[in-house]
């Protein structure tokens, strides 16, 4: 018996994102009018459903919020552990694989970065622990290179975790900016990101 073997995943690659149409829906309205401005009905009919339609998919407007953003987090973060893969064991090597990563998706998924960290405040409970769970999940794996490289020198930073959080931020903040018909390309984009981040870390080559 022939045994099916997964294809790699192209992070770098961003078609049309493939988000079921409640969620889709729910991307959309949360993006214009917020969690708490959108109602049921105003879903039901962008998802093209009945209200008892939407309730038979998702039991509240709450479980739409979870299961999106879940959605946009493991995406993000099966796309970063593959870069990292690829990028090998070089803490400089996984550095820069995770700013690009993370800089591409805030390129290229602007609308759900957006929804994912503007409407992070509208989870109750343990939805907003699973949801920090991914988020955690994914500052970790750079942390990991970033410490790896102050211990062997390939950083010079005295402050690994906080030039970690600087990275991030510097990276979130692209997708608050960028358009695809600016003037830099997302090459140019990544390369020069990629100088900034590594003078956050002060890396040593």
């Known amino acids: 018996m022939l045994r099916m073997v997964a294809e790699p995943l ?3 690659k961003y078609d049309d994102a493939q988000l079921p149409r409640v969620l889709e829906a729910a991307l959309e309205a949360f993006a214009k009018h917020g969690y708490h401005g959108t109602s049921i009905r105003e879903l039901a009919s962008t998802a093209g459903l009945s209200v008892p339609g939407l ?5 509240s407007k709450q479980d739409i919020l979870v299961a ?3 959605d946009v987090m493991r995406d993000l973060v099966q796309r970063t552990a593959a870069a990292l893969e690829e990028a090998g064991a070089s803490p400089a090597a996984r550095f820069d694989a995770w700013v690009e990563c993370l800089l591409r998706f805030h390129m290229f998924r602007t ?3 957006f929804v994912t960290s503007s409407e992070l405040r509208s989870l109750e409970g343990a939805n907003r622990d699973r949801i920090v769970a991914l988020r955690d999940e994914l500052q970790a794996m750079l942390d990991s290179a970033v410490e ?3 211990a062997d020198g390939t950083f010079a930073t005295p402050y690994p975790k906080a030039a970690s959080r600087g990275v991030t931020v510097l990276c979130i903040g692209v997708s ?3 358009r695809p018909d600016g003037p830099l390309s997302p090459e140019e984009l990544v390369h020069r990101h990629l100088v900034l981040a590594r003078g956050v870390v ?4």
């Open 202 to 205: 002060n890396a040593t080559e």
């Open 111 to 113: 609308k759900h970065a």
């Open 148 to 150: 790896d490289g102050a």
């Open 68 to 70: 999106l953003l879940e």
């Open 55 to 59: 309730y038979h998919h998702y039991p």
């Open 176 to 178: 608050s900016w960028y």
């Open 10 to 12: 192209e992070w770098r």
